[in-house]
T-cell receptor, first 114, second 114 residues
Framework: AQSVTQLDSQVPVFEEAPVELRCNYS??????LFWYVQYPNQGLQLLLK??????LVKGINGFEAEFNKSQTSFHLRKPSVHISDTAEYFC????????????FGRGTSLIVHP | ETGVTQTPRHLVMGMTNKKSLKCEQH?????MYWYKQSAKKPLELMFV???????ENNSVPSRFSPECPNSSHLFLHLHTLQPEDSALYLC?????????????FGPGTRLTVL
C-alpha cells in the first residue's frame, strides 16, 4: 500500500513570488507520481506526472516538480505565481506497472494575494 | 461534448428522495471512478469499474449504489441519504491496463441533502 502526505494545508503567497508545495509519499514498490489542480467549482485537472526518466518534470501553466527517490518527495514549484493560480493542489501516487487506482493527498490550498 | 461530463451539476434532495447522478466519458477509456469530496477531508474513492474488476470502498454506505452499463457511462444511485452525505461527487475515467494511469475528472455534482 502507499500513502501521500501534503505537509501544508494552506500556502499563502504574493503574486509574482515563487512557491513550493510539498508532497511526500510512502510505498514499498515503485510508483508513478502526479500533481492535479482543482479550480473553484471544477473537477481535478492533471498538472504534471512522473513516470520514469528525468527527475525534473515540467507541466502546464509554468509548474514543475522534482522527484527525489531518496527523500521520497515530489515537490511542486513555480518561480512566479499569478492570481489565477489560486486553487487546490493534490499530489497523487499509483503503483507503477499498470495500477489504475491512485492514492491522493489531502490537498494544499494555494492562495495568491495581489 | 468532450472529456468527462456529469449531470446534474447541482442537486438538492430530501432524505427520503431517490435520485441518480450520471457520468459520461468521451475519451474511449475503460475505467471509471466515483469520488466523494467533502470539505476539510481527503478525496474519498467510492467505486471503480474497469474491464478487469469492480472495486468498492467497504466504508461506503449501501445507500449509494453504482451502475456501469457500459464503458462510457456511470451512474450513482442515491436513496435515503443523510445530511453528512452532502458533498461534491466527482466522476473520473482512465485507461486501465496501461502504464500511464492518469485520471480525467468531470466537473462534479454538488449534492446537498436536507
Amino acid at each position: 500500500a502507499q500513502s501521500v502526505t501534503q505537509l501544508d494545508s494552506q500556502v499563502p503567497v504574493f503574486e509574482e513570488a515563487p512557491v513550493e508545495l510539498r508532497c511526500n509519499y510512502s510505498s514499498s514498490v515503485s510508483v508513478y507520481l502526479f500533481w492535479y489542480v482543482q479550480y473553484p467549482n471544477q473537477g481535478l485537472q492533471l498538472l504534471l506526472k512522473y513516470l520514469s526518466g528525468s527527475t525534473l518534470v515540467k507541466g502546464i501553466n509554468g509548474f514543475e516538480a522534482e522527484f527525489n527517490k531518496s527523500q521520497t518527495s515530489f515537490h511542486l514549484r513555480k518561480p512566479s505565481v499569478h492570481i489565477s493560480d489560486t486553487a487546490e493542489y493534490f499530489c497523487a501516487v499509483t503503483r507503477s506497472g499498470g495500477s489504475y487506482i491512485p492514492t491522493f493527498g489531502r490537498g494544499t490550498s494555494l492562495i495568491v494575494h495581489p | 461534448e468532450t472529456g468527462v461530463t456529469q449531470t446534474p451539476r447541482h442537486l438538492v434532495m430530501g432524505m427520503t428522495n431517490k435520485k441518480s447522478l450520471k457520468c459520461e466519458q468521451h475519451l474511449g477509456h475503460n475505467a471509471m471512478y466515483w469520488y466523494k469530496q467533502s470539505a476539510k477531508k481527503p478525496l474519498e474513492l467510492m467505486f471503480v469499474y474497469s474491464l478487469e474488476e469492480r472495486v468498492e470502498n467497504n466504508s461506503v454506505p449501501s445507500r449509494f449504489s453504482p451502475e456501469c452499463p457500459n464503458s462510457s457511462h456511470l451512474f450513482l444511485h442515491l436513496h435515503t441519504l443523510q445530511p453528512e452525505d452532502s458533498a461534491l461527487y466527482l466522476c473520473a475515467s482512465s485507461q486501465s491496463g496501461m502504464k500511464i494511469a492518469e485520471q480525467f475528472f468531470g466537473p462534479g455534482t454538488r449534492l446537498t441533502v436536507l
